[in-house]
C-alpha cells in the first residue's frame, strides 16, 4: 500500500506557499518552503515546519532557479517538490531534472507538459481525442503563402498565436487580408524573443465569446471532472472574477464539456489535478478547446467551495502514489461560488501596481466566505512579483446570494496603505450585465471605457 510524502519542498511564495503549508499540515508531511530574501519575513516562511533562501529577490535568481530549488530539495532530502502556480510550474525541463534525480514533482510528468504547453501540440492531440477546437490551422504556419491559404478558408477578423504563449501573451487579431503579411512576420518575431519559439498558428478570431474551464483531476487510472469555473469577467487576458457553475451552459452543454476535458486527460495520459480551457461562442453556443493549465489554478478555491473537495491535499496523495478514493457520482455541485482576485494595483491609473507596507489589514468574515492571503498588519508588498495579495471567495445557495456574500465582503475587507482592486470589484458585480449573467470577455474593457456594456 503506498504511503504519504514524507516531507515536500514548497517552490512559491505568497498565499498559494501557504496554502500549501496548510495541507501539508493537515496531512503529516514535512514542509520545507524554499523562498527569496524579499519574502524572508513573510507569513508563509514563518509557519513552514522549515524554510530555506534559494536566491535573491529577482524571480531568476531564486523562484524561477531550477537548479537552486532542485538543490535545496537534494540538501533536505526532500521526496517532493510542489510548484504552486507560476514561476517553474510548468516548465518541463525542470520537471525533468527532478525526474532524473528521483525527486517527485507535484504535478504530471515532463513529456505530458511539453506536449500540452505547446499549443500547435495541444491542438493536435485534442483532435485526436475528437475534441472540438477553434476552427483554423491545425500545425504551425510556416510562411505568409501558407497563411494566406488558411486565412481564405477561416476568414476574417482572425487569430495568429504563438505556440508557446500563455497569459494573454503571444496573441494578434488581424482585420483584414491588407496586414496579414506584417502582422504575421510580427508576432513570429516577438514569440522568437518572448518565448524562444517563432512557431505559430491561426484561428478564427471570435468577437463574442465567454472563457469557460474544466477542473480535472486524475490518478493515472481514473480522470475526474470537478464542474466547470467561468472566467468571462476579464481585463487584457487576465482574469478577474470567476464564479462556479457558469450561468451560460445548460446541462448538455456542461456534460458536454466535462466529457471533453476527460477525454482530452486520457488521451494525454495525464496524472494530477490540471484545467483545460475553453472559448465559448454566444452566438453559436459551441465550446471550443484552446489549451490546457498542468498545475494548480489561481482560482481552484472557487472549486473547492462548491464540490467540498481539497485539491492540494488530492494532488499530495495522487504524488505519493494513492489512488483517489473519489468516484465520478461523488462529485456533486452545490450553491455557487464567486471569487475576487485582490490585486495591490490603482484601477484609476491603468491598474498600475501599487507596492507598500500594509499599515491596517481587517479580513471580512461571515458564513461562506473564504479569504486565501499572506498578508498582515505592516506587511511590506514587495515590488518583484505578480501583484495579487488575496483571493477573497464566498459562496452562496444561489448567484444572486453569493453575490450579495460578496459585496459584504468586499466591503469589510481593509487594506490600507496601498491601493487595491476591491472597490473596482464591487463596481463589476454591482453591473446589471453581471448581475444577469449577459456579458462576455469584452465587458470589463467596455466598463473601463465607459461606453455600453
Known amino acids: 500500500m503506498p504511503q504519504l510524502l514524507k516531507s515536500v519542498l514548497i517552490a512559491n511564495r505568497g498565499e498559494i506557499a501557504l496554502r500549501i503549508i496548510r495541507a501539508c499540515k493537515e496531512l503529516g508531511i514535512r514542509s520545507v518552503l524554499a523562498h527569496s530574501e524579499a519574502d524572508a519575513n513573510s507569513l508563509p516562511v ?12 529577482h524571480p531568476k535568481s531564486s523562484y524561477r532557479n531550477p537548479q537552486a530549488i532542485l538543490g535545496a530539495a537534494l540538501a533536505f532530502k526532500i521526496d517532493a517538490i510542489h510548484p504552486g502556480y507560476g514561476f517553474l510550474s510548468e516548465n518541463a525541463d525542470f520537471v525533468e531534472m527532478c525526474e532524473k534525480e528521483g525527486v517527485c514533482f507535484v504535478g504530471p510528468a515532463s513529456h505530458v507538459i511539453r506536449s500540452m504547453g505547446d499549443k500547435i501540440e495541444a491542438k493536435k492531440i485534442a483532435h485526436r481525442a475528437k475534441v472540438p477546437t477553434v476552427p483554423g490551422s491545425i500545425g504551425a504556419i510556416s510562411d505568409y503563402q501558407e497563411a494566406l491559404a488558411v486565412a481564405s478558408d477561416v476568414g476574417y477578423p482572425l487569430l ?26 510580427e508576432i513570429m518575431s516577438e514569440a522568437e524573443v518572448a518565448f524562444n519559439d517563432p512557431s505559430v498558428y491561426i484561428e478564427r478570431y471570435l468577437v463574442d465569446i465567454r472563457h469557460i474551464e474544466i477542473q480535472v483531476i486524475s490518478d493515472g487510472e481514473q480522470t475526474l471532472h470537478l464542474g466547470e469555473r467561468d472566467c468571462t469577467a476579464q481585463r487584457r487576458n487576465q482574469k478577474l472574477i470567476e464564479e462556479s ?68 491535499k488530492l494532488q499530495l496523495q495522487i504524488a505519493s502514489g494513492i489512488p483517489l478514493a473519489l468516484r465520478q457520482e461523488d462529485i456533486r455541485l452545490r450553491g455557487h461560488a464567486i471569487e475576487c482576485r485582490i490585486n495591490a494595483e490603482d484601477p484609476d491609473h491603468a491598474f498600475a501596481p501599487s507596492p507598500g507596507t500594509i499599515h491596517n489589514f481587517r479580513a471580512p468574515g461571515g458564513f461562506g466566505v473564504r479569504l486565501d492571503t499572506h498578508i498582515e498588519t505592516n506587511y511590506v508588498i514587495p515590488p518583484f512579483y505578480d501583484s495579487m495579495v488575496g483571493k477573497l471567495i464566498c459562496w452562496g445557495n444561489n448567484r444572486d446570494e453569493a453575490i450579495a456574500r460578496m459585496l459584504l465582503a468586499l466591503d469589510e475587507l481593509v487594506i490600507d496603505g496601498v491601493t487595491t482592486t476591491a472597490q473596482f470589484h464591487k463596481r463589476v458585480l454591482d453591473h446589471p450585465r ?12 467596455s466598463l473601463l471605457e465607459g461606453s455600453p456594456a
Open 434 to 445: 453581471f448581475r444577469d449573467g449577459q456579458f462576455n470577455t469584452a465587458f470589463v474593457a
Open 245 to 312: 457553475p457558469s450561468f451560460a451552459l445548460n446541462p448538455e452543454l456542461r456534460e458536454g464539456l466535462a466529457a471533453a476535458a476527460v477525454a482530452l486527460c486520457n488521451e494525454v495520459g495525464y496524472r494530477n489535478a490540471g484545467t483545460v480551457e475553453f472559448v465559448f461562442d454566444n452566438i453559436e453556443r459551441q465550446y471550443y478547446f484552446i489549451e490546457m493549465n498542468t498545475r494548480i489554478q489561481v482560482e481552484h478555491p472557487v472549486t473547492e467551495m462548491v464540490t467540498g473537495v481539497d485539491l492540494i
Open 46 to 57: 514563518r509557519l513552514a515546519d522549515q524554510a530555506v533562501c534559494v536566491g535573491t529577490a
Open 160 to 185: 495568429i498565436k504563438a505556440a508557446a504563449g500563455g497569459g494573454g501573451r503571444g496573441m494578434r487579431v488581424v482585420r483584414s487580408p491588407d496586414t496579414l503579411k506584417k502582422d504575421l512576420s
